[in-house]
C-alpha cells in the first residue's frame, strides 16, 4: 500500500510538459450541485470545485438532472430540444448561470420530474438505471449538438460513470470526440450503480460491453465498473482512501478491477468553500468569531444550548453530530456507548437524517437524556453552520469515510473532531499522544470497537479541561488551510495527465 501511495504521489508532483498555462475547457456531469441540488458532500464538491477552477482562470460547464426541486427555486431559461444521437429518444436541457459557471440541466421525460433525487421514503427509485443512463446519454448527445466539445469532460460517482464508456464507443461516429478526455471521481465505492443486467439495455452500448472486460459485475451490470475501466485516469477524494480502495475491507468488491488501473488511479482529498463556511462572516451563527479573536465562539456555545435545551452548566465538552444516518457513519456506535458517554460528563446534540432504525433509537436516548442529549431529525444547513460554530468536539465514528467535509467544516469553526483513523478523516485530522499535541486538530481512534471509542471520549474530556492546551488546538484547527483554492491546482494536473494520450 505504502508503494502505491508513494506512486500516486510522484504521478501527481510529475510536471505537465507546459500545459499549465493554457485554460481547459472542462465540462462536469454529476447528480449533485450546490445550491441547486444537494443530498450530501457530493453536492458541496460539485458546488465549489467549478467556481475555484473558474477563478484560475478554466472554463468550467456542469451538468445536472433537472430535479424537480430546482425549478421550485430557481427561473430558468427556456429549454432547448436535443435528440439522442444513441436512440431515438429526446431531451430538454435547460440553462442558468452560477457565479461564472454554466449550468445545464438534462430532462428526460419525467424521469428527474418528481420529489427526491435517488429515491423515497419506500427505498431507491425502481427504474434509476434508466433515469442515470438516460441522463449520461442527454448531456453527451446535448455537447455533440452543441458542437460543444471540451477539453476534458470530469464524470462524479456512478450517476455519471457510463460517460467514459459512452465516448469510447461514440468516437468511432464523431471525430471530434477523439480530443476529449475523461476524468471518473470515486465519492463513495460503496455506491456503485450496481442494477439488473436487463437494465444494460438502457446504455445503448454494445452488447460486447456486457463482459467480464466491460460492465458486467457478478452477473449484474456495474456503472461504476464502467468508469473505472474507461476513462483516461480515475480518482478518489483523499490518498488514504486511494489505498484503501484496493483492499478486501474497503474495495466493496471492486478491489480487484481498481487493482487493474491502480497506475491511473489518483487520491486528491477534498476541500471546502471558505467563503461559505467563515465564522468571521457567517450570517447563521450568533456571534462572529475568528483563531485570532475566539472568544465569541462562547457565545455561540452559549446559544446552541439554548435552542436545543442543553444543560450550560455540564461541564463537560459539547459533542455534535451532523451527519447522514447511516452504518457507514457508525451512528449505532454512539448509541451503543450513549450511557457511558452520558457518564463522561459530555454533552451531545445530533442533527440528521437517515435509517429508520436509527433515527428511533436517538429520539428515544434523547427522551432519556433531557438536557444532556438534543436529536434534531431533519436536513437543515442553518442549524449545521450553528452547531459547529457552538459545538467544542465533532464525533465522527465512521466505519469508513473516503473524504469527509463536516471534520473540515468543524475545524474551521473550532469544533475539534473525534474521528476514526481512516480514509480522509486520518489524512485531514492531525492527532498525536499527550503531550505532544502542539500541532495537533483533533483526536483519533483506530478499532471500531465501544472499548476504544469511549477510551478516547475519556482522553477528550482529559484534555477539555486544560483550557490552554485546548485553545491552541483550536488554533490550530481552525487556521489548517482546507480551501478549494489550494486543492483545485491538484485536479489541473490530473486533468493534463488525463489530457496525455499514453494514459489510456
Not at 443530498?39 to 484560475?56: E, F
Not at 452488447?207 to 459485475?217: I, Q, R
Request: hydrophobic residues 40%; negative net charge; aromatic residues 10%.
Amino acid at each position: 500500500m505504502d508503494g502505491v501511495q508513494r506512486q500516486s504521489e510522484e504521478r501527481m508532483n510529475t510536471g505537465a510538459g507546459g500545459m499549465t498555462d493554457k485554460p481547459i475547457e472542462i465540462t462536469m456531469v454529476a447528480s449533485e450541485m450546490f445550491p441547486f441540488a444537494k443530498s450530501g458532500g457530493l453536492g458541496d464538491v460539485i458546488g465549489a470545485l467549478p467556481l475555484a477552477l473558474g477563478r484560475m482562470g478554466h472554463k468550467v460547464c456542469v451538468y445536472l438532472p433537472a430535479y424537480r426541486s430546482i425549478f421550485r427555486e430557481y427561473e430558468i431559461e427556456p429549454p432547448g430540444q436535443v435528440s439522442d444521437v444513441f436512440s431515438d429518444a429526446h431531451y430538454e436541457i435547460f440553462s442558468l448561470e452560477h457565479e461564472g459557471v454554466s449550468v445545464r440541466l438534462v430532462a428526460a421525460d419525467d424521469l428527474f420530474d418528481r420529489d427526491g433525487f435517488y429515491g423515497d421514503a419506500r427505498g431507491p427509485f425502481p427504474d434509476n438505471a434508466e433515469r442515470y443512463a438516460r441522463f449520461a446519454r442527454g448531456a453527451l448527445s446535448h455537447m455533440e449538438h452543441e458542437r460543444a466539445y471540451p477539453s476534458l469532460i470530469h464524470c462524479h460517482d456512478w450517476q455519471s460513470a457510463l460517460i467514459p464508456p459512452l465516448l469510447e464507443y461514440r468516437r468511432a461516429d464523431d471525430e471530434k470526440w477523439s480530443g476529449v478526455s475523461t476524468v471518473f471521481t470515486i465519492h463513495n465505492l460503496a455506491y456503485q450503480g450496481r442494477f439488473h443486467p436487463d437494465d444494460f439495455a438502457h446504455t445503448c452500448l454494445p452488447d460486447e460491453v456486457m463482459g467480464m472486460e466491460g460492465l458486467e459485475f457478478h452477473g449484474d451490470v456495474s456503472f461504476m465498473k464502467g468508469g473505472i475501466l474507461f476513462s483516461n485516469v480515475f480518482s478518489t477524494v483523499s490518498e488514504r482512501y486511494a489505498q484503501e480502495m484496493l483492499t478486501e475491507e474497503q474495495g466493496e468488491g471492486l478491489e480487484g478491477v481498481v487493482a487493474l488501473r491502480k497506475n491511473s488511479l489518483f487520491g486528491i482529498m477534498n476541500g471546502i468553500d471558505d467563503a461559505v463556511w467563515n465564522p468571521e462572516t457567517d450570517p447563521h451563527i450568533p456571534a462572529p468569531f475568528s483563531s485570532a479573536h475566539p472568544d465569541s465562539k462562547a457565545k455561540c456555545k452559549a446559544a446552541l444550548q439554548a435552542e436545543l435545551a442543553l444543560d450550560p452548566d455540564a461541564g463537560g465538552p459539547l459533542c455534535v453530530v451532523v451527519s447522514r444516518l447511516a452504518h457507514q457513519k457508525g451512528i449505532d456506535l454512539i448509541l451503543e456507548t450513549m450511557d457511558e458517554l452520558m457518564d463522561s460528563g459530555i454533552s451531545l446534540a445530533i442533527l440528521g437524517t437517515g435509517e429508520e432504525e436509527l433515527e428511533k433509537g436517538l429520539a428515544e436516548a434523547a427522551s432519556s437524556h433531557r438536557g444532556r442529549m438534543a436529536f434534531v431529525p431533519a436536513y437543515d444547513e442553518a442549524l449545521s453552520h450553528r452547531m459547529y460554530a457552538g459545538g467544542d468536539v465533532l464525533l465522527m465514528p465512521s466505519r469508513y469515510e473516503p473524504s469527509g467535509l463536516n471534520q473540515l467544516y468543524a475545524m474551521r469553526y473550532g469544533a475539534l473532531p473525534y474521528v476514526r483513523r481512516v480514509g480522509g478523516l486520518a489524512d485531514s485530522v492531525s492527532s498525536s499522544p499527550i503531550p505532544d499535541r502542539d500541532a495537533d486538530t483533533g483526536f483519533h481512534y483506530d478499532q471500531f470497537a465501544p472499548a476504544e471509542f469511549l477510551a478516547g471520549m475519556e482522553e477528550i474530556c482529559r484534555v477539555f479541561l486544560d483550557q490552554g492546551l485546548w485553545r491552541m488546538m483550536m488554533r490550530n484547527a481552525m487556521e489548517k488551510d482546507s480551501g478549494w483554492d489550494g486543492v483545485a491546482p491538484r485536479y489541473v494536473e490530473l486533468y493534463e495527465k488525463a489530457m496525455r494520450p499514453q494514459t489510456r
